[in-house]
């Protein structure tokens, strides 16, 4: 089945990403949040972005008002029932995202294919809340969505070869590059990234460098864009403490236990740029 029509629910950071690159794919797009206050500062953030690309002289301004055109804003879940692919990109709690998922079913065709955002959750029991469990996946998108070239593409043992050939093709047509994992807590970047970041924090909690050290050594030592605590900021450490904790709770290994520091900046509300302090400060 070909993908004509898309929605998104949740227009946060991730959800206008994914939004935007949709749209600037050619795809029609209706994309819910929960209020009217939501759905602008949503819609906001992709405009926000795109004139930011037309400022760079990456897009003109009429391929802006053409993809902003392609974007239709709801807040009734109902206004999806013709999507034939509905990307969930709400804030990661299961019970959110179950019942988000149990309404939907009842919402959209039966045909309609499913996939969830989410980083860390089990894909396989986000299914569950639906009888579309054979078209049920994960698109799993990066953060920033319109620079991070990648898409993790997720799929249970209930899903079918025909759904996750569809949803690689789609990944493919809004310009990203797919692999291909299982439904693994982490699947293969959070896998590998959250032990090192975690670390990261472990190694300037103990007094190993100063936070600038140490994300001038990544960086100038293995060439990462940012170094791990810039990075965690970046995230935002409620994000990164959540999917630890999650990962912990699968696997029972040391190495995705949230440190101690981890947990108290969260407390204290240092949750990075998002409230203009974490690692670092944040002016603005
Ligand atoms: N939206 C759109 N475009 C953006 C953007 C955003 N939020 N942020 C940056 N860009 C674009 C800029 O327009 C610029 O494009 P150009 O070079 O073609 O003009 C380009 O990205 C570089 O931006 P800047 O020059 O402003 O800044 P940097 O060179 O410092 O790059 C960065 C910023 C792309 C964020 C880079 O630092 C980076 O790649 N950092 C690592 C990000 C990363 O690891 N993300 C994954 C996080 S893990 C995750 O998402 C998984 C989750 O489950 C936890």
């Given at each position: 089945?070909?993908?004509?029509?898309?929605?998104?629910?949740?227009?946060?950071?991730?959800?206008?990403?994914?939004?935007?690159?949709?749209?600037?794919?050619?795809?029609?797009?209706?994309?819910?949040?929960?209020?009217?206050?939501?759905?602008?500062?949503?819609?906001?953030?992709?405009r926000k972005?795109?004139?930011?690309?037309?400022?760079?002289?990456?897009?003109?301004?009429?391929?802006?008002?053409?993809?902003?055109?392609?974007?239709?804003?709801?807040?009734?879940?109902?206004?999806?029932?013709?999507?034939?692919?509905?990307?969930?990109?709400?804030?990661?709690?299961?019970?959110?995202?179950?019942?988000?998922?149990?309404?939907?079913?009842?919402?959209?065709?039966p045909?309609?294919?499913?996939?969830t955002?989410?980083?860390?959750?089990?894909?396989?029991?986000?299914?569950?809340?639906?009888?579309?469990?054979?078209?049920?996946?994960?698109?799993?998108?990066?953060?920033?969505?319109?620079?991070?070239?990648?898409?993790?593409?997720?799929?249970?043992?209930?899903?079918?070869?025909?759904?996750?050939?569809?949803?690689?093709?789609?990944?493919?047509?809004?310009?990203?590059?797919?692999?291909?994992?299982?439904?693994?807590?982490?699947?293969?970047?959070?896998?590998?990234?959250?032990?090192?970041?975690?670390?990261?924090?472990?190694?300037?909690?103990?007094?190993?460098?100063?936070?600038?050290?140490?994300?001038?050594?990544?960086?100038?030592?293995?060439?990462?864009?940012?170094?791990?605590?810039?990075?965690?900021?970046?995230i935002?450490?409620?994000?990164?403490?959540?999917?630890?904790?999650?990962m912990?709770?699968?696997?029972?290994?040391?190495?995705?236990?949230?440190?101690?520091?981890?947990?108290?900046?969260?407390?204290?509300?240092r949750?990075?740029r998002?409230?203009?302090?974490?690692?670092?400060?944040?002016?603005?």
């Amino acid at each position: 089945m070909g993908i004509q029509k898309v929605g998104v629910v949740g227009c946060g950071q991730m959800g206008a990403g994914i939004v935007e690159i949709t749209a600037k794919a050619g795809y029609p797009v209706v994309v819910r949040e929960i209020s009217e206050e939501l759905v602008e500062k949503g819609v906001g953030r992709v405009r926000k972005s795109l004139d930011r690309a037309v400022s760079r002289g990456k897009l003109s301004e009429e391929d802006r008002d053409a993809v902003m055109g392609r974007i239709t804003p709801t807040t009734s879940l109902a206004d999806l029932a013709d999507c034939d692919l509905v990307i969930e990109a709400v804030i990661e709690d299961k019970e959110l995202k179950m019942q988000l998922f149990s309404e939907l079913d009842g919402i959209c065709k039966p045909e309609a294919i499913f996939c969830t955002n989410t980083s860390s959750l089990v894909v396989t029991e986000l299914a569950m809340a639906t009888r579309r469990q054979e078209r049920f996946a994960c698109l799993h998108f990066f953060n920033p969505v319109p620079v991070m070239k990648l898409v993790e593409v997720v799929r249970t043992i209930l899903t079918s070869d025909e759904t996750f050939e569809t949803i690689f093709e789609f990944a493919k047509a809004v310009g990203k590059t797919p692999v291909a994992a299982v439904d693994s807590s982490g699947f293969i970047v959070n896998r590998l990234l959250i032990p090192y970041l975690l670390d990261a924090i472990a190694c300037y909690e103990q007094g190993l460098a100063t936070r600038e050290d140490i994300d001038t050594g990544m960086k100038l030592g293995c060439g990462h864009p940012m170094g791990p605590l810039e990075l965690c900021d970046f995230i935002g450490l409620d994000t990164m403490y959540h999917v630890a904790e999650i990962m912990f709770d699968e696997f029972r290994e040391p190495r995705f236990a949230p440190p101690g520091l981890l947990k108290r900046m969260v407390l204290a509300g240092r949750l990075g740029r998002k409230t203009g302090r974490g690692f670092y400060e944040y002016g603005g």
